[in-house]
């Protein structure tokens, strides 16, 4: 049985970082593209950044320079550092895996197969 399982969140101020991991079992993951996406209240879960197994990232242009993505294939896991926190970076936070054949640059949420059940990150300001 796929599991993803992300830890990390939690209450900061504005500024502050965090550091989410996201580790996947049940199967080799390795040549996958893993990311992340938020999903805040009355808000549509968005994407945040993603990750190919050649260690290629992207990210969302309101993240880009502030979250960097990365993961250890040998741990099946993919970290999310978050520095200069602002408050609409609150939400949830999911990681999740997709075996697409795609450009991480032009994948949705509908082309990963496997999600994990979130992480709150509240930013206060």
């Known amino acids: 049985q796929v ?6 969140g939690g209450l900061v101020q ?3 970082s ?9 199967r ?15 808000k549509e879960r968005e994407f945040v950044a993603a990750i190919r197994w050649s260690g290629s990232t992207y990210y ?3 993240v880009k320079e502030r979250f960097t993505i990365s993961r250890d294939n040998a741990k099946n896991t993919v ?3 978050m520095n200069s926190l602002k408050p609409e970076d609150t939400a949830v936070y999911y990681c999740a895996t997709s ?7 032009t994948m949705g949420a509908r082309d ?14």
């Open 18 to 26: 965090l550091r989410l991991s996201c580790v996947a079992s049940g």
């Open 112 to 125: 990963y197969q496997y999600w994990g059940q979130g992480t709150q990150v509240t930013v206060s300001s």
């Open 3 to 8: 599991q993803l399982v992300e830890s990390g």
């Open 79 to 81: 970290y999310l550092q």
């Open 14 to 16: 504005a500024g502050d």
């Open 28 to 42: 080799t993951f390795n040549s996958d593209a893993m990311g992340w996406f938020r999903q805040a209240p009355a």
């Open 99 to 105: 075996s697409a054949r795609k450009s991480i640059t």
């Open 60 to 62: 969302a242009g309101s």
